[in-house]
């Protein structure tokens, strides 16, 4: 794994509706992801946070019936300009959040460097809502899906013509939440998911394993998009959209550990931290737990 990293801070609660996953990024610093990384001999330029305008928060503003369109678009945007340039500088671009309508930045300037980009999607919710199928017109529910060409044009091109991703280089793990037109778009798509179902038949070693070997031959690259809401409301409290039976916490961090050993990963974001919502840092210090999984923590 590139021994360069950049982390990038991502203050976005524009996709959602709950107030405090904009402190996300901070809360993760503060329970020391910088020193974490530090110590295991890696590179760490910490770049502070993407400025995120916000809008009148006494209004309700809808665009097509899209909650804070323009605001969403600007700053992923900026997401995807810092991150494509890191990734020029060929170093690791780590993105903290924020809600998760910041992959939407995160994955349009990353894929401009590869031409397979694959994609793992740790999370509750499937996130490929369209405005058609989205029953709030959150943005976080939509990122997947805008990332392969779908939904609002001012939202698929912020960095070029989309698609940005395809549907065979995506496999998703710990699906537990999905709305009834994301179930029809996710068979008609043919994506790989991996529901809780699978994971409590085959187990997670397995679920990585197969998820590996599927992504290893086919990209050129793999960005790790993980939304905390993937793992048990009890492991991980601090969460805007949390669903009961998900991932243990040795089950999301053996997923880390495999995937630090494949050598696959060359971009992460980790998002949705909400410390509003916290109890006492548990679900920021677990972040930086996995973090430090991912980037090749042993105990010995």
């Given at each position: 794994?590139?021994?360069?990293?950049s982390?990038i801070?991502?203050?976005?609660?524009?996709?959602q509706m709950?107030?405090g996953?904009d402190?996300g990024?901070?809360?993760?610093?503060?329970?020391?992801?910088?020193?974490?990384?530090?110590s295991?001999h890696?590179?760490?330029?910490?770049l502070g946070?993407?400025?995120?305008?916000?809008?009148n928060?006494?209004?309700?503003?809808?665009?097509?019936?899209?909650?804070?369109?323009?605001?969403v678009?600007?700053?992923?945007?900026?997401?995807?300009?810092?991150?494509?340039?890191?990734i020029?500088?060929q170093r690791?671009?780590l993105?903290?959040?924020g809600?998760?309508?910041?992959a939407?930045?995160?994955i349009?300037?990353?894929s401009?460097?590869?031409?397979n980009?694959?994609?793992?999607w740790?999370?509750?919710?499937g996130?490929i809502?369209?405005?058609?199928?989205s029953?709030?017109?959150?943005?976080?529910?939509?990122p997947?899906?805008i990332?392969?060409?779908?939904?609002?044009?001012?939202?698929t091109?912020i960095?070029?013509?989309a698609?940005?991703i395809k549907?065979?280089n995506i496999?998703?793990?710990?699906?537990?939440s999905?709305?009834?037109?994301?179930k029809?778009l996710?068979r008609?798509?043919?994506?790989?998911?991996?529901?809780?179902?699978e994971?409590?038949?085959?187990?997670?070693p397995?679920?990585?394993?197969?998820?590996?070997?599927?992504?290893?031959?086919?990209?050129d690259?793999?960005?790790l998009?993980?939304d905390?809401?993937?793992?048990?409301?009890?492991?991980?409290?601090?969460v805007?959209?949390?669903?009961?039976g998900g991932?243990t916490?040795r089950?999301?961090?053996?997923?880390?550990?495999?995937?630090?050993?494949?050598?696959?990963?060359?971009?992460a974001?980790f998002?949705?931290?909400?410390?509003?919502?916290?109890?006492?840092?548990?679900?920021?210090?677990?972040?930086v737990?996995?973090?430090?999984?991912?980037?090749?923590?042993k105990?010995?």
């Amino acid at each position: 794994m590139n021994k360069d990293i950049s982390v990038i801070g991502m203050p976005m609660d524009l996709g959602q509706m709950r107030r405090g996953v904009d402190m996300g990024p901070s809360a993760i610093r503060y329970a020391g992801v910088i020193e974490r990384l530090e110590s295991l001999h890696f590179n760490v330029d910490d770049l502070g946070d993407v400025p995120v305008a916000h809008p009148n928060r006494k209004a309700t503003i809808r665009e097509d019936n899209l909650r804070n369109l323009h605001e969403v678009v600007d700053a992923n945007k900026k997401l995807a300009k810092v991150v494509s340039e890191e990734i020029e500088k060929q170093r690791f671009p780590l993105v903290l959040g924020g809600d998760h309508s910041m992959a939407i930045g995160s994955i349009a300037g990353i894929s401009q460097h590869y031409n397979n980009l694959g994609v793992i999607w740790y999370d509750a919710h499937g996130d490929i809502n369209t405005v058609e199928t989205s029953p709030s017109g959150n943005i976080h529910g939509m990122p997947l899906a805008i990332n392969l060409g779908l939904g609002h044009k001012k939202l698929t091109d912020i960095i070029g013509d989309a698609p940005n991703i395809k549907p065979e280089n995506i496999v998703m793990i710990g699906i537990r939440s999905l709305d009834e037109g994301e179930k029809q778009l996710l068979r008609k798509l043919k994506i790989k998911v991996y529901t809780m179902h699978e994971i409590d038949r085959i187990g997670m070693p397995k679920v990585m394993e197969e998820s590996i070997d599927y992504l290893k031959n086919r990209t050129d690259g793999v960005h790790l998009s993980f939304d905390l809401d993937g793992m048990d409301p009890s492991e991980a409290p601090g969460v805007g959209t949390p669903v009961n039976g998900g991932a243990t916490y040795r089950e999301s961090h053996l997923a880390m550990e495999m995937l630090a050993e494949s050598n696959l990963i060359t971009s992460a974001e980790f998002v949705e931290v909400n410390p509003m919502l916290d109890d006492k840092s548990k679900t920021a210090i677990l972040t930086v737990d996995l973090i430090g999984s991912l980037f090749g923590e042993k105990l010995i």
